[in-house]
């Protein structure tokens, strides 16, 4: 073979490579990793004594393998006690369907202070009043079923409280809440849950998430003083009136979403002192008046979703604060309008261009592509050739980029096969005029 074509060949192995390596490296996290419930674990390693017997039945009883020491399972962890260890955390995902809970199983497992369902549809029981006043954390997704607002406020001591997908039988969340004294992330998602957002809590709560539940009422002012509230998340209920004036003050604050409610009124402009803030999401409410250009001196924001709401007057935002964003949407808003000396007009934002007194100019009749959408509308004065689409959407960044890289290695790959195959064929001879 001659040198030429070991290189050749090289460098089609390299390409090869490449292009594999993109094509798996590709999506940024975005699985939904459930919230690991991370009890600090003890070293495991330092001692040699075994699980308490009553608690390897009991992890037998619920179908977990114990001939391998169960303390080094992903699964559980334990203390280092002699001449038994006890469990602290345990963690039962996928669980079978004939698996259930009994409560001599739940008497010896009464060391827990974690305590995780994944996908375990299993009918609740009596919990033992040591387990149920030891628990420090409880989570259930999509897994006990008849749960009660009454059975929940018996876990007094919960610092982390998370129920997801499963439907809790309740007149209202303070049922729940009104006893744990030491909370400090609460997670009540998708659980049908009604009545008003509770006014007390424990001023270190950090996490705060009733998404997609049935609360109405307004949002309480006295949340704003938990300036430990790193999260909020209050989107898909029934919430009306306005964003409490004081919601500045909610100084940890980085994720805050309220999509998907009846809320009103404008925004405060406090809301561009909450410096930490990353993700703001106030779609699909009806917020009025015009939108604070303070918003655009946050500078960790990377989310910004103001879409379907009933904002006016001119979008205060300019092409560089918009493409500091990983996402931003503000279409649906049908009297607001961005002034086309500051917004490229590639940026296909879904509202009008401004006139010279700051009123959207009415958008063209729709394009002449059926599937062209409220989203992809500009103002036909403006619109260029849409060369590059330039339209901010989350979801679609990277996996472009790895599309792009991978078509990009196999049409080198395929252009060096058929180079190869004709360098082979002439057999070194110069073939220029092949
Ligand atoms: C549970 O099942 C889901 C899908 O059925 C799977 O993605 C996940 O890895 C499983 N988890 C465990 C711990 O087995
Ligand atoms: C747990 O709660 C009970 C009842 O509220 C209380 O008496 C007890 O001191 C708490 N236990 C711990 C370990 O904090
Ligand atoms: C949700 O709660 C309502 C009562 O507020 C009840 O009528 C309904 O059956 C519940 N939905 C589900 C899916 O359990
Ligand atoms: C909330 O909904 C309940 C019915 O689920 C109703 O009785 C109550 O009046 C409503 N409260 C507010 C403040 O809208
Ligand atoms: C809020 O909850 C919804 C539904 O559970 C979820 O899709 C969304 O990502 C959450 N937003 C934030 C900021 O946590
Ligand atoms: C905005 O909404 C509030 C509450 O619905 C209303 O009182 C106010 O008049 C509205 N303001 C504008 C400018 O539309
Ligand atoms: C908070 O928002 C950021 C930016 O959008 C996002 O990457 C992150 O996953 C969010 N965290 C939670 C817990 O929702
Ligand atoms: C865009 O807006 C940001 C924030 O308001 C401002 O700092 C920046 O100077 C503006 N850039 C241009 C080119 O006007
Ligand atoms: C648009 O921006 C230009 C330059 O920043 C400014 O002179 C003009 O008044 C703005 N137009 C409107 C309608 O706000």
Sequence with gaps: MSPSSTTLLLLLHLLLLHSATSATTSPPS???SPPSTTVSPPSTTTTSSTLDPKQVRALQSLYIPTTHDPCTQPSTTCDTATPFRHLLSLRLTNCSDDLSLSTTALSSLSTLTSLTFINCHLPIIHFPTTLSTNLRSLTSINSLQHLSGVFLSRFPNLTDLTISGDNIKASGIH????????????TLSGANLTGVIPKHWNPKLTHMDFSSNKLNGTIPTSLTLLDSLKLLNLSSNQLTGEIPSSFGDLISL?????SSNSLSGSIPGSISGLSRLTHLDLSSNQFNGTIPRSISEMKGLKYLNL???NFHGVMPFNTSFIKSLVVFKINGN?????NHSSVLKKLKLGIAACDKHGLPILPPPAADEPSSSVDDMTSGDYDDDGGSDKKKDGGDHGPNKVVLGVAIGLSAVVFLIIFLVILSKCGGRCCCCC
């Design 30 to 32: 975005t699985t939904a």
């Design 175 to 186: 049922i729940i809440t009104s006893n744990m004294k030491s909370l400090t992330t609460i």
């Design 254 to 258: 980085q994720n805050l979403s309220l």
């Design 307 to 309: 879409e379907k709401n």
């Design 334 to 338: 049908e009297n607001l309008c961005y």
